[in-house]
């Protein structure tokens, strides 16, 4: 197995993606702590999985501010923790021609959320995994619309466009270090992150989770570092292009330190 973590702490994980993974993992003896807003849903993920695999801790990622703290206070409880899984998301349409101008103020907390927070949280936790010896990772939940963004979802698709570059780059970085950064970009999926949609309809678009929740957890356990599930368009020429894209970021990234691997 490449999936060598003992305690997950999963942001964003009391629904969806994020929930679903997170239980799959404890599924294959990982200790997982979750961490989302929702207290109810924290004791309810705990209480469904047992204490003596679960714990949950009530946090706002939006609150920026508060993230040293809340990081320093998670690694004296749990320094057993080797893994951070990064997944809360907003996803809102903005109508950027329309007469009225655009919720500002909406599009900005989307754009936190999906990427200012995570940039927040790596500062935070990158400085106790360089100094622990044993493997750590990373863990981000992309979107395919890092690389096809859509049209009426500008502020989601340019937040997951950006978390993409960072990941790129993170990894780049570590590269000679005991953390691995690992980016999973899924399509659609049957979730609540497109109830703006209206319930039934949003939650029942796209690929189904327990189907997207295995594809993703088999690329975890083989060591992938990329893991993108179904495509824009042809699946051929996505993938070719996450492909292509990925090789010239290797190029430059190598041209830039003076051919030096």
Same mark, same amino acid.
């Given at each position: ?25 404890i ?5 997982v ?19 003596d ?25 749990? +320094?057993?923790?080797?893994?951070l ?7 809102? +349409? ?80 570590l ?11 899924? +399509? +659609?999926v ?32 083989e ?38 691997r």
């Amino acid at each position: 197995m490449s999936f060598p973590y003992k305690h997950c702490l999963a942001i964003g994980a009391t629904s969806g993606i994020g929930r679903a993974l997170a239980s799959r993992l404890i599924q294959a003896g990982m200790k997982v702590t979750v961490v989302g807003r929702r207290q109810e849903r924290l004791d309810e993920f705990v209480n469904s999985h047992g204490h003596d695999k679960a714990s949950g801790v009530a946090f706002d990622i939006g609150r920026l501010e508060d993230i040293p703290k809340f990081a320093a206070d998670v690694i004296a409880k749990s +320094p057993d923790i080797d893994c951070l899984f990064l997944n809360a998301g907003i996803q809102n +349409p903005h109508d950027l021609a329309s007469a009225q101008p655009f919720d500002l103020a909406s599009f900005h907390e989307e754009v936190k959320v999906n990427f200012s927070s995570f940039i927040s949280l790596v500062h935070a936790f990158l400085p106790y995994f360089k100094k622990n010896s044993h493997p750590s990772s990373f863990i981000f939940t992309g979107s395919n619309l890092a690389i096809i963004p859509a049209a009426s979802l500008p502020a989601y698709s340019a937040s997951k466009a950006a978390l993409n570059a960072f990941t790129l780059c993170l990894r780049e970085q570590l590269r000679h270090s005991q953390t691995s950064v690992i980016e999973i970009s899924p +399509p +659609p999926v049957q979730t609540e992150l497109h109830d703006y949609m209206g319930e039934e309809a949003g939650r029942g678009m796209g690929m189904s989770l327990d189907a997207f929740t295995q594809q993703a957890y088999e690329g975890l356990v083989e060591g992938k570092d990329q893991i993108v599930i179904g495509s824009i368009g042809p699946a051929e020429t996505f993938h070719g292009t996450i492909d292509k894209r990925r090789a010239a970021f290797t190029d430059l990234a190598r041209a830039m330190r003076g051919g030096e691997r």
